[in-house]
């Protein structure tokens, strides 16, 4: 059975000094204190399932094992970013803690507090699409073609777009891209492969992710059940949910005919804060692709310095809307994180599921 994985996600070290801009060796005064950004994606829908926009930060609240948290940025659909607190006050008050979650992307600690603070520009989404190539696909692989390329076009307010495809290893058709037009020309490069690895495939695409700020989701097309990884779907769920990642599921009907498949699409998108759909027709494919690019939209992104807490495990984290009026309400969104150390993948885990076995 393959062993737990566990990525090394990073602490960022923000040096605050007492007058002056020497370096830590220069400075005995100098304080190194590692802040930890937690990013929440929300989709807040009505009874019938429209979106609700119009809310303020202040009708939120965010709190991790029971302990509340200050949200300290928000930002709805694709408008710009609001800081709500300052770095520098929240990092003096979580020092000494060793915290790892999803965090910015390092900044070096000569930079001024002034660089840290604007290093971290959520606005807009980074969308990976993972395309199933496997044999499952082989008669509806032009339609598919096809529903991927429309979802490409039709996407507005999302920064960058990724094209990987899978069946038995992952191929990273086109890297991540504001050129639309490449990743037009990788969605007709793609063939049609053998087995079907989904699971490994989407967590090395996870990790590719795992890199970035912000928004950041993946959307699977999936014709049928994974037959060839090594990789538990739980690990996936587990490190998408610990990075902040969403993950979108479609699949077809021959998927859905495999009742654990269809169990494993719907647990896995749910606790990352996406959706799990099932096409019985290309029309419902494009339909469930349209319903992704609208979510998109539509979320509110908020994010946190935790607190200090001393659980070094899973982390639940508990949003709420306040105020009787907004009870009424549906709110989605992952539930926790787990605070990640290092690598820790077993020799099956390395030559199948390690970044370094893919095909590029």
Request: charged share 20%; with cysteine.
């Amino acid at each position: 059975m393959a062993k737990k994985y566990l990525l090394l996600l990073w602490a960022v070290s923000f040096p605050f000094l007492g007058g002056g801009s020497g370096t830590a060796q220069d400075d005995a005064s100098s304080i190194h204190v590692n802040v930890v950004l937690v990013q929440l994606n929300v989709a807040i829908t009505d009874s019938k399932g429209n979106y609700v926009g119009g809310l303020r930060p202040e009708d939120f609240t965010i709190s991790e094992d029971n302990i509340p948290e200050k949200i300290a940025t928000f930002e709805e659909g694709n408008e710009p970013t609001r800081r709500l607190i300052d770095l520098g006050g929240t990092a003096s008050a979580a020092q000494g803690q060793t915290q790892v979650a999803q965090v910015p992307a390092p900044v070096p600690p000569a930079e001024s507090q002034a660089q840290a603070s604007s290093s971290f520009n959520p606005s807009g989404a980074n969308v990976f699409i993972l395309f199933d190539t496997s044999n499952y696909m082989y008669r509806g692989f032009v339609f598919a073609q096809d529903s991927i390329a429309d979802f490409v076009r039709s996407l507005e307010g999302v920064s960058k777009v990724a094209l990987y495809s899978y069946s038995r290893d992952l191929d990273r058709v086109s890297s991540l891209t504001s050129d639309r037009q490449q990743v037009l020309r990788g969605v007709r490069s793609t063939v049609a492969g053998d087995d079907a690895a989904l699971y490994n495939c989407l967590l090395m695409t996870v990790k590719d992710a795992a890199q970035l700020t912000g928004k950041k989701a993946i959307v699977v097309f999936s014709n049928g059940p994974d037959n060839a990884s090594l990789v538990p779907p739980e690990d996936v769920a587990e490190l998408a949910q610990s990075t902040g990642t969403i993950i979108y599921m479609i699949s077809t009907q021959q998927a859905e005919n495999e009742p654990i498949s269809t169990a494993v699409f719907e647990r896995m998108s749910k606790v990352t804060g996406g959706k799990a759909y099932f096409a019985r027709s290309w029309k419902d494919e494009k339909q469930a692709f349209d319903s992704i690019r609208d979510d998109l939209g539509h979320l509110y992104t908020l994010s946190y310095y935790p607190q200090p807490n001393s659980n070094h495990g899973w982390r639940t984290i508990t949003v709420r809307l306040n105020g009787k009026a907004l009870q009424k309400y549906h709110l989605r969104t992952r539930d926790g994180y787990r605070i990640l150390h290092r690598t820790q993948v077993d020799e099956a885990g390395a030559s199948n599921a390690g970044p370094e076995s893919a095909a590029r």
